[in-house]
């Protein structure tokens, strides 16, 4: 299974991960700002299918290596990987580069394509 890069989470990701408040290791809760929720933040990716073993670091370095990483994070719930998490590059431009390229495409990480 492809690991996915998108501007946003899919619809099937649970709405109440994302919130403010919610989860033990939520990733608007450690990395907050004051944009709502849904909101389509133009330097932040979504990425999906990681493996349960892959940490925020290695999520940071792998996609550091795209442009400067502002800051990444993965979506747990009771301590375990939901398999999904957030990339926040300190510009668009390499957002854009990710999703309208062949760059953002079969990525590898950490042996889960």
């Known amino acids: 299974m492809p690991v996915k890069v998108l501007p946003q989470p899919p619809a099937t990701v649970e709405k109440s991960a994302l919130s403010h408040g ?7 809760e450690r990395y907050h700002d004051d944009r709502e929720q849904g909101e389509l933040v133009d330097n932040r990716i979504y990425v999906g299918g990681l493996g349960y073993r892959i940490e925020e670091r290695d999520l940071f370095y792998f996609f550091d290596t795209f442009g400067p990483v502002q800051h990444a994070g993965i979506i747990t719930e009771g301590g375990n990987s939901k398999g999904y998490g957030f990339v926040t590059f300190h510009c668009k431009e390499v957002v854009k580069r990710l999703l309208d390229t062949e760059e953002g495409v079969g990525l590898v990480l950490k042996g889960r394509n």
């Not at 919610?22 to 608007?28: A, E, T």
Request: charged share 30%.
């Open 22 to 28: 919610h989860g033990d290791n939520n990733y608007r």
